[in-house]
């Protein structure tokens, strides 16, 4: 009776994989609370009060920057772009919604069903 015989008849999982997803996870110190799509704040980010401890100096950050920036000389721009105050923030925020809406738009077409390649049994 060689190894793979062996485990089978034992009951243990053959495959490394199903090992690996029956592991226990240890149970986090923080609260676990999920939102509407899953995702668990508890784990993932921290509490809500946590988050918001950390966004609001962020957006105080990223405003103080803008302001700089009406503050930089322009006598000698490149391009149109840099003689315009903001426009790097505003360029960057746009290039970002839309690298995330187009990355949405293409998954809804690329991805397969959980059963695309049969059960998980079969």
């Known amino acids: ?23 226990a996870i240890a149970p986090s110190p923080l609260p676990v609370q999920q939102d509407r799509r899953g995702i668990s704040f508890g784990r993932d980010f921290g509490t809500p009060e946590q988050i918001q401890k950390i966004t609001i100096p962020l957006y105080g950050v990223l405003g103080t920057l803008v302001l700089i920036d009406f503050l930089v000389p322009r006598e000698h721009a490149v391009f149109i772009g840099d003689s315009i105050p903001g426009f790097s923030a505003l360029y960057a925020l746009i290039a970002t919604l839309l690298i995330i809406f187009v990355s949405k738009f293409l998954g809804r077409g690329l991805m397969k069903s959980e059963d695309y390649y049969g059960g998980r049994y079969d």
């Not at 009776?1 to 592991?23: C, D, F, H, V």
């Open 1 to 23: 009776m060689n190894l793979q015989t062996n485990k089978l008849r034992s009951g243990a999982p053959s495959n490394p994989i199903e090992n690996r997803s029956k592991r």
